[in-house]
């Protein structure tokens, strides 16, 4: 047997709670040069994690993700016009308190990266980008944002961010905040008091496709610590137990939710990933606009489309796809089991002819060609409570 | 769990039982245990070939994908097929209803090749302290 997982490197960067972590006997693994969760074993592992946030709550540590801070300078707007400049949703349909899901996009129409934005104030904003791509992030926002009378905060290292995630992670969180969570809308936020600490922002965000909220708190190990403990005593009533990339990885897979590097990159424009939605082409102009005129002009020539293995066998990340006559038509972006479902399902890109639902596509792993079809997504959509 | 005391075992993983000139093969505990919970795997045929070193099956969890190596050369003369519906098996017992082909030899001075028990758990030893240095 040869692992996968990546050999422990030690320049790799830890959040403030990776001693907890280690101390709960977590698998740990190198993502994006961080040393990060991939499960918890003791606690069941990934299969059970997921399981938990489906049915119940888990908790993940999401420290290693980026903040950057965008204010207005004496120029009221200004902020905002910066903001809008950067990222291919409206930012002027946000009210103070609101969030929403955006991209940042290269002039060439394709991913910088996928972003959240939070309005904090009336001239105040907050993206939340992805760990791996931290620096890169913050150069871009900084290098486009000069024109703007702003100023741009990397707030990447002042943060430790827990996702609380699950059908009952609104009880557990009101246990540890004077907030009335209960009026937070999906993709709002307020501030608030948790766990003593004073200001606290809250949102009802994830990347599971199930109800919960993130919460922000001073990155220091001790507050870190704390926060974690008391969210792990609130919620023992629920059963919650931590939760690893690996079942972030299925949960946002089964959601359909775009991860970077996979569904979208350099690579790949907004059309192809089907995020059209959160693209606002009647907004203004902004980076990556012109492309994307281009680009609908000229049709796409592929598009991303949910399979669900019909042959014994799991489709892969980076795995071909092929037509019933073994020509590549497309490759396999993010590939797993599903635990809620119990079937194998992948994303993939393949071209528009071939992505009506029932299509038959095939997937080639190792050395056999395993029948696939085009199916409906999000995979899962949570029932209504 | 314990490493049965009459096994041999690979750097990669696998362990070998040898009864006459037909060898057991699996995966080790520890192999179990990097891997995670087990929902896939992939046999060769009864008939194949094995070569040392080179892989003859797969075996999966929800993160990873994994090729095993055969410890030894020789023809499968059984596969445990049932691991295709109790894939967990692996998981509960590696080293026993969990064993994936039986192979028979075609040169068994290949085993003497492998570690022993004493040998294969200073080496788990090790790997361990580097995972966790």
Not at chain 1, 52 to 80: K, N
Not at chain 1, 309 to 319: F, K, L, N, P, T
Not at chain 2, 55 to 82: H, L, Q, R, W
């Amino acid at each position: 047997m040869e692992s996968v997982t990546t050999p422990f490197i030690a320049e790799m960067r830890k959040t403030p709670l990776n001693a907890v972590h280690r101390r709960l006997g977590a698998k740990m693994v190198n993502f994006g040069g961080w040393d990060m969760p991939v499960e918890y074993p003791a606690s069941g592992g990934l299969v059970a994690e997921h399981k938990a946030v489906r049915s119940r709550v888990g908790v993940f540590d999401v420290s290693h993700m980026g903040d950057i801070r965008i204010r207005s300078g004496r120029t009221p707007g200004g902020a905002l016009a910066a903001v809008q400049h950067i990222s291919m949703n409206d930012a002027s349909k946000l009210a103070i308190g609101q969030a929403h899901y955006s991209a940042m996009l290269y002039p060439t129409g394709t991913f910088v990266d996928d972003v959240i934005v939070h309005r904090l104030g009336e001239e105040d904003y907050l993206l939340v980008i992805n760990a791996g791509t931290r620096e890169k992030d913050i150069n871009w926002v900084r290098e486009n944002a000069k024109g703007f009378d702003c100023a741009v905060e990397d707030l990447s290292d002042a943060y430790t961010q827990l996702a609380i995630q699950g059908p009952r992670a609104q009880e557990l969180l009101q246990k540890l905040t004077d907030a009335n969570l209960g009026i937070i809308k999906n993709y709002w936020f307020t501030h608030g008091t948790v766990c003593n600490l004073k200001n606290t922002l809250i949102a009802r965000t994830g990347y599971t496709g199930e109800d919960g909220f993130e919460i922000y708190v001073p990155s220091d190990d001790a507050t870190s610590e704390m926060v974690w403990n008391k969210v792990m005593q609130a919620g023992r009533e629920f059963g919650i137990i931590p939760c690893g990339l690996g079942a972030r990885n299925t949960l946002r897979l089964e959601s359909k939710m775009a991860l970077y590097g996979h569904e979208i990159s350099d690579k790949i424009n907004v059309w192809e990933a089907g995020l059209d939605r959160y693209c606002k082409m009647e907004k203004g102009d902004f980076i990556g606009r012109a492309a994307l005129e281009r680009a609908k002009a000229a049709g796409v020539t592929r598009t991303l489309v949910g399979l669900e293995m019909v042959d014994r066998g799991i489709a892969r990340d980076e795995y071909c796809c092929c037509n019933e006559n073994g020509e590549v038509i497309g490759v396999v972006t993010s590939g797993s089991p599903s635990p809620t479902l119990c079937k194998n399902i992948a994303l993939a890109y393949a071209p528009p002819a071939m992505s009506a639902l029932g299509t038959a596509i095939y997937v080639q792993i190792r050395q056999q060609r395993c029948k696939a079809q085009v199916v409906a997504t999000p995979f899962y959509k949570r029932p209504k409570r | 769990m314990a490493y049965p005391a009459n096994y041999r075992y690979t750097k990669e993983h696998e362990w070998v039982d040898v009864k006459g000139d037909v060898a057991a093969i699996g995966i080790t505990d520890y192999a179990q245990h990097e891997l995670g919970d087990v929902v896939f795997v992939e046999l060769p045929k009864v008939g194949s070939k094995t070569e040392a070193g080179k892989t003859f099956g797969t075996v999966e969890s929800v993160k990873a994908v994994s090729d095993i190596y055969a410890p030894a050369s020789g023809e499968v003369v059984e596969a445990n097929d049932v691991l295709h519906n109790t894939p967990e098996k692996i998981n509960s017992d590696p080293h026993g209803e969990g064993w994936l082909i039986k192979v028979r030899l075609a040169n068994p001075a290949e085993i003497s090749g492998l570690m022993d028990t004493a040998a294969y758990e200073a080496y788990i030893a090790s790997q361990s302290k580097e995972a966790s240095a």
